[in-house]
Each structure stands twice: as structure tokens, then as C-alpha cells.
């Protein structure tokens, strides 16, 4: 069995082609000949096809079961370890497709897939820390005025998230102190529930949420699903408060604040909700070096 492929070739090239083999294809030629003929054909090609080029392929006895010869061509048989391949050449600046010159680099869809790719590599290594505030201790009636998020990418905070809510009840003066956000600003700069509740689903997705005592907060998010008829889906959380009580002894108690100072931690004297946030993650980070 043969094969050859040619282009730009001479129209009388092609005619005498006719002769030996069948065309199949514009410039695709296929037959069965004898070696000897094969390789007389071969060099009657070489010497007509002048600026052409042409590619043949032929069975033969090797692992491979077929060899191939080019003529004109940039792309050369190569030996690789005993296996013929073909070698491709780098693109030039001066290349071109079409008349436009090709420009070198990743196409872009193969940066949207490395993109991709990277994406859901770095996914598997984030994960989100979350910080509420709320009204008081009582997840029935009291309510979330700020929410804080983290998204953490394997060591390092990638992306952060923080609003206030307008949730209807009133902060309480020591809430006040402690984050130095009053009802006023509530009224002012707060969102409604419904989109407080979409933005934090849209921030977590499917990554794991690490809180310090973070099985509160997760029944202040539950409720508050409740009332905008949404509901949440984590599905898994990981308590650094548990992570505290078990790796760290001699503690006056279990504040965060406290945990902050065994670890040698600043403090800020407000302490909003994404301030608290960096403050688990940085606490996070010493447990896991325990």
C-alpha cells in the first residue's frame, strides 16, 4: 500500500500520478506498487513537483508496519527511539495563515482551559471563613446585622466579603462598641435578607466554611434561609473553637479574643465581621502547625 499527498505541484505531475494510483482526494494519491516502482515514482516526483511539496507513505516491514518520505516539506521524519515520527517545526514570526502573520503564544481557548484547569486545582485547596454579627445570642429571634467572608486559596486570602443587613432589630450599645456600626448605618448602607442570603451562597459554592463556633452561626444563616424561603447548602464546616478546646491547654476561657493572645496575635479594638474573619484564619493557621 501507497500513499502520497502533494501540493502545489505542476498540473502534468498530477496526470502522470494518474497513471500508478488513484486519486481519492484533490492532491491524495493511493495504490498498491511494487518497491522498485514505489521508488521510481518517488524520484519522478521529486524532480517534477519543483516548489511543491509532497509526503509518501508506504507499508513496510517494521514495528510500525509503514515509513514515510517528504520532499519541500517543514515537517522531516525523525528517529525516536527506533520509531519514526514526524517533526513539526517551531512557528516564525514570519509565518502566516491566510496572509495574516500568526501570532505566538497560547490560543485562547487553551488559556481559557489552563485557566480552567487552574481553577479547579486551586478549588480543591479553598476553602471559606465566616464571621456574623448578630443582634444577640438567640438564633429564634434574634437577627445577622454583618456578615464577613474569606475565600482562602491554600495559604493565602484571595477574595473578601463583607455587608451589613438590614435586619429589623435594633443593635444593640454594646454591638455598637465592640464593631462601630450603629442602626443609622444599618438603614443606610444595609442590603434586604433575600440578597445578603443569595451572596453568601454565590461566595461559598462548594467550599468547606471554617467559623469559630461555627455551628452558631450556621443556625443564624439556616434562619435566615428560612425567612427569605431559601435554603442553604454547605456541606461541611469545620469549628475552630472545637480545634481550640482541643489542641491548646491553660486557657482562661474560649473567646476568640482569648485564643487571639495565646497565639501572640493583635487584636483591633473594633471588631467588625471581617476583621474576626482574618482573625479565625490566622488562628486557624497556628492550630494547624500544632
Not at 429571634?141 to 454583618?146: A, K, V
Request: charge should be neutral; aromatic fraction near 8%.
Amino acid at each position: 500500500m501507497i500513499i502520497i499527498c502533494i501540493s502545489n505541484c505542476p498540473p502534468a505531475l498530477r496526470g502522470d500520478l494518474s497513471k500508478w494510483l488513484s486519486e481519492v482526494n484533490t492532491g491524495v494519491y493511493i495504490g498498491k506498487l511494487s518497491a522498485k516502482v514505489r521508488d521510481e515514482l518517488w524520484k519522478r516526483v521529486c524532480n517534477s513537483i519543483r516548489s511543491g511539496q509532497a509526503t509518501m507513505v508506504y507499508s513496510t516491514n517494521n514495528e510500525q508496519g509503514y515509513a514515510f518520505q517528504t520532499h519541500n516539506t517543514t515537517w522531516i521524519a525523525a528517529d525516536y527511539e527506533s520509531i519514526t515520527l514526524m517533526k513539526r517545526p517551531l512557528l516564525s514570526d514570519s509565518d502566516s495563515v491566510n496572509g495574516s502573520p500568526i501570532k505566538q503564544g497560547f490560543s485562547k481557548a487553551s488559556k481559557y482551559k489552563k485557566q480552567w484547569a487552574a481553577s479547579k486545582n486551586r478549588g480543591s485547596d479553598s476553602y471559606v471563613v465566616m464571621n456574623i454579627k448578630t443582634t444577640g445570642a438567640d438564633y429564634d429571634r434574634d437577627r445577622i446585622f454583618e456578615l464577613g467572608l474569606l475565600k482562602i486559596y491554600g495559604d493565602e486570602i484571595g477574595h473578601r466579603f463583607q455587608c451589613l443587613l438590614q435586619c429589623g432589630r435594633e443593635i444593640p450599645k454594646t454591638m455598637t462598641r465592640l464593631t462601630g456600626i450603629s442602626n443609622e448605618m444599618l438603614e443606610r448602607e444595609g442590603i434586604g435578607e433575600e440578597e445578603a442570603f443569595d451572596k453568601i451562597q454565590e461566595f461559598i459554592g462548594e467550599d468547606l466554611v471554617v467559623g469559630y463556633n461555627v455551628q452558631a452561626d450556621m443556625k443564624f444563616i439556616q434562619r435566615l434561609g428560612e425567612r427569605v424561603g431559601k435554603q442553604i447548602f454547605i456541606k461541611k464546616v469545620r469549628d475552630v473553637l472545637q480545634l481550640v478546646r482541643r489542641k491548646v491547654d491553660d486557657l482562661e476561657n474560649f473567646q476568640l479574643e482569648t485564643a487571639a493572645a495565646y497565639f501572640s496575635l493583635d487584636i483591633d479594638d473594633v471588631r467588625e465581621a471581617l476583621t474576626d474573619c482574618e482573625l479565625i484564619y490566622r488562628i486557624y493557621l497556628e492550630l494547624n502547625k500544632l
